[in-house]
């Protein structure tokens, strides 16, 4: 298929880079008239303002991030740890004093501090907070909430992919390959090779031959696979063609709003969220691995809380700054957090895997700001009252977007499954 759009077979590069495009179900729009589209899109251009949706920003930090070093510190306690906490500029909220600018920003979030997940594996452990199902049950695979998010709020003609993770996340699983995320594996290369090989005429010839070989195949072949291969083309070009995708082009940025979020590649890929977002793509993830600490948990959690503080703090404000902030929910997690116990295993104290109670924060998306939800007893190993499920996590993400929780998705064969499992309950607290 590549061949008949660029003929040159020794842009082995090219190729490959389109092929990933196109198994990430990059974009779609039908190839039937598919220039009128895209210039008639290019020349909209709606302000930010005008979107009908709200989107969402999820910063994932992979691996387990330490509640009681960062989010909820029980200083004083016998394995309370090295950090002191300071106050945050809402009274009565402390966090760690490794995350100085974030504590600037409760007025505008929310500490969530009673989150049992109960999935202790990592994989585990990610796939159900990214989907809200157990991997493997029911035999399916099922859509992580980037995708969710994709098929409920994202618009079909859109040149840019609904789904962006700047990372490694879960794909659509039933939802299709017009859901899967377009994974950006350096936000500050964003995506590379963008432009023909061939002029613009012998492109589009070459197009419109592909476009007819397809929809011959496609009279006699109806299974599946054939419509997703069409499909993933399709969007490919869709984002080849589209002026928006100038938003992947970190070089466009001014270089004091680049230097104000550092130089680190997850600062690099706030700063590509937030112009994802600004264009219109209502779901990006950025990924930060690392926070897998069984060994110098102290020290190393030192250098990560410093590695996301001010990168954060800069998004919501640039949000903020650009009337964003109340149309994107910006969510802090992990897929668990870790021991209130410190083990000894290893040359460095470290802490282990510990789902039963930890934190997450939330900012923007319109929620009620500056409080804290739930609570953990004295070492931060209980959750006080009662605790917040991952299904409930979820479940108040997509109340937060506008999203109907329990509307049913069918899979290929036809079976209904719900976008969040029955017993969810959203957080009440949290909306205004």
Not at 223 to 229: D, E, K, L, R, T
Not at 272 to 282: F, K, Q, S
Request: net charge positive.
């Amino acid at each position: 298929m590549f061949e008949i759009l660029n003929s040159d077979k020794t842009h082995a590069q090219t190729r490959r880079d389109f092929m990933r495009l196109s198994a990430a179900g990059a974009l779609g729009v039908g190839l039937s008239g598919w220039l009128n589209v895209l210039a008639a899109h290019a020349q909209q251009n709606a302000p930010a303002g005008q979107r009908r949706h709200k989107s969402c920003i999820l910063l994932w930090m992979d691996g387990g991030m330490s509640h009681k070093d960062t989010l909820d510190l029980k200083p004083g306690t016998r394995n309370g740890g090295e950090f002191r906490e300071i106050e945050t500029n809402v009274p009565g909220i402390r966090i760690s004093e490794h995350l100085p600018q974030l504590a600037r920003k409760m007025n505008e979030g929310v500490l969530i501090r009673n989150m049992s997940t109960g999935e202790g594996a990592h994989q585990r452990a990610r796939y159900y907070l990214h989907t809200g199902y157990r991997e493997g049950v029911g035999g399916l695979s099922y859509p992580a909430l980037g995708s969710i998010v994709s098929a409920e709020l994202g618009q079909e003609e859109f040149p840019l992919p609904n789904y962006v993770s700047i990372g490694r996340s879960f794909g659509s699983g039933f939802l299709g390959p017009r859901h899967q995320p377009l994974i950006v594996n350096d936000p500050t290369r964003g995506v590379e090779d963008m432009r023909p090989l061939v002029s613009e005429g012998r492109f589009n010839s070459r197009i419109g031959l592909l476009e007819e070989m397809e929809a011959a195949f496609l009279r006699q072949q109806t299974v599946a696979s054939a419509q997703a291969h069409r499909t993933t083309y399709q969007r490919t070009v869709a984002l080849l063609r589209s002026r928006e995708v100038q938003a992947f082009d970190l070089s466009r940025e001014p270089q004091a709003s680049r230097e104000a979020y550092g130089d680190s590649r997850f600062a690099q890929g706030c700063l590509l969220a937030r112009r994802l977002v600004e264009v219109g793509v209502p779901f990006v993830e950025v990924t930060l691995g690392g926070w897998d600490t069984h060994e110098n948990n102290f020290n190393r959690v030192r250098t990560l809380s410093g590695t996301i503080d001010t990168p954060i703090a800069q998004l919501i404000t640039d949000l903020r700054e650009r009337g964003l902030l109340d149309s994107t929910l910006v969510i802090l997690m992990s897929e668990f957090g870790r021991t209130p116990t410190i083990n000894t295993r290893g040359a460095q104290p470290g802490r282990d895997h510990y789902p039963r109670a930890w934190s997450l924060a939330m900012w923007g998306g319109g929620i009620r700001a500056g409080q804290v939800i739930g609570a953990t007893d004295a070492e931060g190993a209980t959750v006080r009252g009662r605790p917040t499920s991952a299904l409930d996590f979820l479940a108040t993400v997509c109340q937060i977007l506008g999203i109907d929780y329990t509307k049913e998705n069918n899979t290929p064969i036809g079976r209904p499954i719900r976008i969040v499992d029955r017993g969810a309950q959203p957080i009440r607290e949290i909306f205004g």
